[in-house]
């Protein structure tokens, strides 16, 4: 089954609303990435993070990885139209990088 | 450079079809992968490479064969195709950490 779980599947905001989607993992992870693609797209990196308790801040994004590289959360301030897209996580395990089922973020002007 | 290319970007298969995924970088990428995606399963990995030569399974590798000669081109290869392969293929291609994206390959098996 799958290793990485990610939550909420779906998230509809207003926008100027915050953001959230978290994902976590069944066993340790090396490290963790994430990944956003726009409607009709691929893929694109947004950050790794490797450290335990790691956070990292690009803009209005936040991205956090857990005391036990088990979990990792991105957090949005203050969403913009322009932050449409699905938000996926994927972690670091034995050399395969597993991806979560990711977040649709869906923001209201 | 081009990045990673995937060709063709849309196909159509009837059931016991073959038909090979094209896929190649020019960023000298020793890492290698495929992915499927599927509407609310995310990017499952089929199968990936670490190097020419060197191929290893993914999460869902059934009926799905590649081979790694050069450490340019990784070829997906369906042997014969099923309608439960319909899905949107992914190749991307890694140095060690983030993965480059392909623009992606829609196929439908009728």
């Known amino acids: 089954g799958q290793q990485v779980m990610q939550i909420p599947q779906y998230q509809h905001v207003q926008e100027g609303e915050d953001f959230t989607t978290y994902c976590n993992s069944s066993?340790?992870?090396?490290?963790i990435q994430w990944y956003k693609q726009r409607p009709g797209g691929h893929p694109v990196f947004l950050i790794q993070?490797?450290?335990?308790?790691e956070v990292k801040k690009q803009k209005r994004l936040t991205f956090q990885f857990g005391e036990a590289k088990k979990n990792s959360s991105l957090h949005i301030t203050a969403t913009q139209t322009t932050d449409v897209g699905t938000y996926f996580c994927?972690?670091?395990?034995?050399?395969?990088?597993?991806f979560g089922g990711g977040t649709r973020l869906m923001v209201k002007p | 450079n081009a990045g990673v290319t995937q060709t063709p970007k849309f196909q159509v298969l009837k059931t016991g079809q073959s038909m090979t995924l094209q896929c190649a970088q020019d960023?000298?990428?020793?890492?290698m992968s495929w992915y499927r995606q599927d509407p609310g399963m995310g990017l499952r990995l089929i199968h990936y490479?670490?190097?020419?030569?060197?191929?290893d399974q993914g999460e869902v590798p059934n009926g799905y064969n590649v081979s790694r000669s050069t450490t340019e081109d990784f070829p997906l290869r369906l042997l014969s195709a099923a309608p439960s392969q319909t899905s949107v293929y992914f190749c991307?291609?890694?140095?060690?950490?983030?993965?480059?994206f392909g623009e992606g390959s829609r196929l439908t098996v009728l």
């Open positions: 991307a291609s890694s140095y060690g950490g983030e993965l480059f």
């Open positions: 066993t340790t992870l090396s490290n």
């Open positions: 993070l490797v450290k335990s308790g």
């Open positions: 994927a972690g670091l395990i034995t050399n395969m990088l597993t």
């Open positions: 960023m000298n990428h020793e890492y």
């Open positions: 490479s670490v190097g020419a030569g060197i191929t």
